[in-house]
């Protein structure tokens, strides 16, 4: 099976839970566009939102590239909560793995994403957030691909 989540063009829908450290699950709802250039780099924009409650939304933007035939990649990311961002993802046969370190920041923030393909319209993600060594938050969702 092939993934299609990143290595292609598309705009997949969000759907899941988020957790804080000592929190219930509040809902999480958003949207990833992916697009594709010639030269092998990509970009990814991510924007969540959560119904019901009084949390600010977190927008997301990577910019990375992976070579024809690769399987492991390196991104930049803009998040609107942690500032700039330094990333590594693999391809893996069933998953999509991406961790990452918040740039110049002394509270030593990092996290990590593992994206799941269950078919080619759609995957599982599970992602967290950590402090130094301690899980902060951590979100659960599922991703549909939007048909054209």
Known sequence: ????????PGRW??????????????SVK????VVWNR?????????????????SEISLRYRGRLDDGERQYT???EHNLLGKIEGEGWICPDTIVQRYWVLGDRERRSG???LHRISD????????ILTGHFLTSTM?????RQQK
Do not use: C, V
């Not at 659960?140 to 549909?144: D, M």
């Open 140 to 144: 659960e969702a599922s991703l549909e």
């Open 112 to 114: 990590f994403e593992t």
């Open 75 to 77: 991104y930049l990311l």
């Open 121 to 128: 319209d759609t995957y599982y993600l599970t992602s967290g």
């Open 30 to 33: 958003g949207m990833t566009l």
């Open 13 to 26: 829908i969000i759907q899941g839970n988020w957790l804080e450290r000592n929190g219930m699950p509040i």
């Open 39 to 55: 030269d092998n780099w990509f970009s990814m924009a991510t924007k969540l939102t959560f119904p019901g409650s009084d949390r």
């Open 1 to 8: 099976m092939a993934q299609t989540f990143l290595l292609e």
